[in-house]
């Protein structure tokens, strides 16, 4: 009875053990156990590698939250368009370009035409806000993983656990 409550989390196929009762089940078994150990400690291992790494990529998405500069909803972005003028160069595809700010602070977009300071200062602006965004989105899916980890490696533990010391208890009812 021991053997086959033992094997619960022991990959060999139940009916090869009980095909082979006695001394040959029992040592590929054990061997098997052995196995099983040795696969568990390593992907235990890498768990908790991958958890740190994640911590740590956390930590430093994270630092933008410490920075104080401004931050401003929107893009600075080349425009490049035809003027529907049929003689126009931009017709045979010489496209005309210009720097657009599309302002995203309102409810509703709007382009601006900005120049020199101000178009620099808008420019650093919405940068640092689409940075800050980037590292939001990218926390969400570490934190997300950092907690898938946390409960493989305490239902390892409790696994382990029950494997190693659930005999020294009274069977349950
Ligand atoms: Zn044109």
Known sequence: MRAAGAHTSCPLPRRFVSR?????????HVLCRTADYYMQMTSRAKLRQRLDLL??????????AFERTPLWRGIVHESRRRCGKPTCCCAR????TSTVFSDRSGERQRNLALKGKI??????MTEAYRH???????????????????DALE?????GALERYAR??????
């Open 93 to 96: 595809g010489e496209l005309h």
């Open 55 to 64: 911590l740590d990529e956390h930590r430093h998405l994270l630092e933008v």
């Open 119 to 124: 178009l620099e200062r808008f420019r650093g």
């Open 168 to 173: 020294d208890l009274p069977p349950q009812p």
């Open 132 to 150: 800050l965004r980037r590292n939001r989105a990218r926390a969400v899916a570490v934190q997300r993983e950092v907690l898938e980890i946390f």
């Open 20 to 28: 082979f009762p006695g001394f040959l089940g029992n040592a590929a």
């Open 155 to 159: 239902v390892a533990r409790r696994q």
